[in-house]
């Protein structure tokens, strides 16, 4: 009888050490993401934020380096992150929002105390978070990717606490804005809506003669369906054929991937998570075949993608540290400001992977790159 | 205060779904995975029927519909098919995705500016000022216990016999001059009709449907049901219905501890390490270790 139980006990502790191992490995690997940032300030080739910007890179490693151009706002303030999933672009404009808030003197650690909880993209998880938040009574939510934000709102409507989203990619089909992009309540944010036209102009720049481009995407993820419908709408204008394939799981990725690259002339990209995750298969088939694959933020060209017209997901979250700083300040309610997309977009090009395709970058494509990678680096 | 409201709200709605997994998995012996479908089944119906000014109240019924007709389907491919208890549930898991999808007709549909059970003018009406607060709560509650009632009525009937006699000693069945296929089926669909039922009570809480909600939702019932039924046996005057509701709260209490108090990375490992706690003592506290658990 002890036996049994020390059995159940031991298989148990094995499969929570099991869980735990993952979970560090999860933490490591986001850590790794952003060596520059977070060992030295110096800016680092490798790193795009510290290149870009030092000084904002700076916030990441100390918040005491940081000079917010207003000062420090009197008072304490407490805020609550509540993110979908660890994700190196949710991860991006969770840093993005803090530097944000920091440039408008909301320092952390000063007169800023941030709960941040994840929610491991379990939806039942997502639920309970920004509930713990309204029963803390935070200053503000602040909620990143779509569901997130559809759980904030929920659990803060009728409290008063303000949401401000990021990485929504369709506030007004998740009804969190209204048709002109004004909140249906004291919500409002950032979309992280992708630069189609640009993508696209940028794809026949590099590609003249390129007929198909072939997009995979999860069917359960609605930012990818909406992204679709754009790319539908505009690839006729710059002669393309568009070819989807719908996977449910990361399983089916290879498969489809297969089906796919017989099909195409090039492979497009979008911020599908799933897709997202199984990218360096995808790489792996279509690289054998020589077919190029385009990626839609700086990430994706880092691990193999050949070039991105895409938004960079720390500059959204700066904009978004920026709104929710208005609402702390109290200038503005939330129910006041507008939703937000950003406008431009940033161009990363691989070089290392031109080279291995046989494609000719032309020089006018290469000067306005904001950042060229030389080498692939292994997907962690 | 709010954050045991949650518990409270979350543990109820899950534990309607909980009821669910109970039937099969400790009465029937029947582990169901049909569940990770028909929970959002049940969400994918409500948020179709709530978007084209359906009452929700009705919609509370036709969810529970749904859930019993692919608690039926399973039921057929384990009795008439023959397949074995985990494929056929896995098979009809499967299945529903697509059903689901194309119930919904896309994979997040938010509900924000609609009626819900939670929220329409008669109950905003009855619910008012400071009880505004605790009108989800209140609805919840009664709810759940609406079904564990019914639950435990069903149960005493010739029928819910016949059922827990299925599960222990289906020869007893058979011997019966009953159809034990028959039975099964009957089981599952009830079972199912619970889960999309909680299925739907969450869409409407939420506000909004994701084809993803239904993931994991077969841990957190079982989770509700080992808890609630191993923990609380010494409570022999508690139903073991009442039993599982209580057990869905405590799971979603490790949670929100586990949420409150530590990184966001340990999350899962925090939560698994509660629940192994909570089973060590419950083994403690019985005087015998049951041989087949």
Redesign the interface.
């Known amino acids: ?1 002890k036996k ?2 020390l059995a ?2 031991l298989s ?2 094995m ?2 050490a099991l ?2 191992g ?3 490995e ?2 490591e690997s986001s850590a790794a993401k952003e060596p520059a940032a977070t060992e030295q300030p110096a800016p680092q080739a490798d790193d795009p934020q510290a290149a870009k910007e030092p000084e904002e890179a700076g916030d990441n490693a100390s918040s005491e380096e940081n000079k917010p151009a207003s000062g420090l706002v009197e008072g304490d303030f407490t805020i609550g992150i509540s ?1 979908f999933a ?1 994700h190196g672009s949710l991860d991006n404009c969770r840093e993005g929002f803090l530097t944000g808030l920091a440039e408008e003197g909301f320092i952390e650690g000063e007169n800023l105390t941030v709960e ?3 929610a ?6 997502v ?3 920004p ?2 938040f ?3 009574k935070v200053d503000l939510i602040c909620a990143i990717a ?2 997130a934000a ?2 904030a ?3 803060a409507m ?1 409290s008063g606490i303000p949401v401000i989203y990021t990485a929504v990619n369709d506030p007004v ?4 804005a209204k048709e002109d992009g004004m909140p ?1 309540g004291e919500v409002t944010g950032t979309s992280d809506k992708l630069p189609v036209d640009a993508q696209l102009k940028m794809i026949r720049e590099l590609l003249p003669d390129a007929k198909k481009i072939g997009i995979m995407y999860t ?4 930012n990818s ?1 909406s992204t679709i419908a754009e790319y539908e709408a505009a690839v006729g204008q710059y002669g393309f054929e568009l070819v989807t394939t719908g996977i ?1 799981t990361t399983a089916d990725a290879p498969l489809a991937a297969d089906n796919l690259l017989s099909k195409v002339d090039c492979l497009n990209n979008l911020t599908d998570n799933t897709v997202v995750s199984a990218l360096p298969t995808i790489l792996d088939k279509a690289n054998t075949q020589k077919i190029p694959v385009f990626g839609s933020e700086v990430e994706q060209v880092k691990i193999g993608c050949l070039a991105s017209e895409g938004i960079d997901y720390y500059q959204l979250g700066i904009k978004t540290g920026k709104m929710a700083a208005q609402v702390l300040k109290g200038e503005k309610k939330a129910s006041e400001i507008k939703m937000e997309t950003i406008t431009g977009s940033e161009l990363y090009l691989n070089t290392k992977v031109a080279d291995d395709l046989g494609i000719s970058l032309p020089d006018d494509v290469k000067s306005r790159a904001s950042e060229t990678f030389t080498e692939i680096q292994m997907a962690e | 205060m709010g954050i045991i409201l949650g518990v409270l709200e979350q543990g109820l709605i899950f534990g309607i779904m909980a009821l669910g997994v109970y039937i099969t998995y400790k009465i029937l012996d029947f582990p169901d995975l049909t569940v990770d479908g028909s929970f959002p089944l049940g969400a994918a119906m409500s948020a179709l029927l709530i978007t084209h000014g359906v009452n929700p109240y009705l919609t509370l019924l036709i969810s529970f519909a749904a859930g019993v007709l692919a608690g039926i389907c399973t039921g057929l491919i384990h009795v008439k098919l023959k397949v074995r208890d985990l494929l056929s549930g896995i098979i009809m898991m499967t299945a529903l995705y697509t059903i689901n999808m194309v119930v919904a007709g896309k994979a997040n549909v938010p509900l924000f500016s609609k009626e819900t059970i939670f929220d329409n003018s008669f109950i905003n009406n009855i619910f008012t000022g400071e009880m505004a607060n605790f009108k989800t709560l209140i609805i919840v509650l009664i709810l759940a216990l609406a079904c564990k009632f019914l639950l435990d009525a069903y149960l005493k009937t010739k029928s819910g016999f016949l059922l827990r006699a299925a599960g222990d000693n289906d020869v007893l069945v058979t011997s019966l001059a009953k159809d034990k296929g028959l039975v099964k089926i009957v089981g599952l669909a009830i079972a199912n009709g619970l889960v999309a039922l909680g299925g739907s009570v969450m869409a409407q809480q939420q506000r909004y449907f994701d084809i993803s909600m239904g993931t994991g939702t077969i841990v957190i019932g079982l989770a509700s049901v080992i808890i609630g039924i191993s923990l609380l046996r010494g409570l022999t005057f508690l139903r073991s219905t009442t039993t599982v509701l209580i057990g869905s709260i405590l799971y979603k209490a490790c949670v929100a501890i586990a949420l409150a108090k530590f990184p966001p990375t340990y999350m899962k490992l925090i939560t698994a390490v509660l629940f192994l706690i909570i089973l060590v003592i419950s083994m403690q506290l019985k005087k015998k270790v049951k041989t087949n658990d």
Do not use: F, R
Not at chain 1, 120 to 125: L, N
């Open positions: 009888m049994k139980m159940v006990i148990m502790t499969a929570a869980l735990g993952c979970g560090n999860q933490k993110q660890q941040y909880q994840n491991e993209a379990d939806m039942g998880i639920n309970q978070i509930q713990g309204v029963s803390n779509t569901p559809q759980s709102y929920n659990a009728n089909g998740a009804e969190l249906v069917t359960s993820e609605v369906e449910n």
